[in-house]
């Protein structure tokens, strides 16, 4: 079983960007993909970006997409979410979560989550 713990996030200023990281112990990453979620206050959790074991394939959800790039670090049992261009609807609670697939399905079932990042965008 993996253990992630995301770290990077806090305040910024509308326009302005954070690079979120997890880093993972327990097991090896090479045979999971890696999701970042965010939720936000009153808002269901969302997915917003997906990397396959080998970063051959990536998604994004569509309010992300030219403004995020998930990239992952396997030897060092690393993830990344770099956000730029933030905005105010980029607030909430940001989770990287792993999944026994190697590649990203809308349906895989994500078994090992961390505690969460908080990232607030405000002026």
């Known amino acids: 079983q993996l253990h992630l713990v995301e770290s990077g996030g806090g305040l910024v200023q509308p326009g302005g960007s954070l690079k979120l990281s997890c880093v993972a112990s327990?097991?090896?990453?090479?045979?999971?993909?890696i999701g970042w979620f965010r939720q936000a206050p009153g808002k269901e959790r969302e997915e917003v970006s997906c990397?396959?074991?080998?970063?051959?394939?990536?998604t994004y959800a569509d309010s992300v997409k030219g403004r995020f790039t998930i990239s992952r670090d396997n030897a060092k049992k690393m993830a990344y979410l770099q956000m730029n261009n933030l905005g105010p609807d980029d607030t909430g609670v940001y989770y990287c979560?792993?999944?026994?697939?190697?590649?990203?399905?809308?349906?895989?079932?994500?078994?090992?989550w961390g505690q969460g990042t908080q990232v607030n965008v405000s002026s």
């Open positions: 979560a792993a999944a026994l697939s190697y590649w990203c399905r809308s349906d895989q079932y994500w078994g090992d």
């Open positions: 327990g097991s090896t990453l090479e045979h999971h993909s």
């Open positions: 990397i396959s074991v080998s970063a051959e394939s990536t």
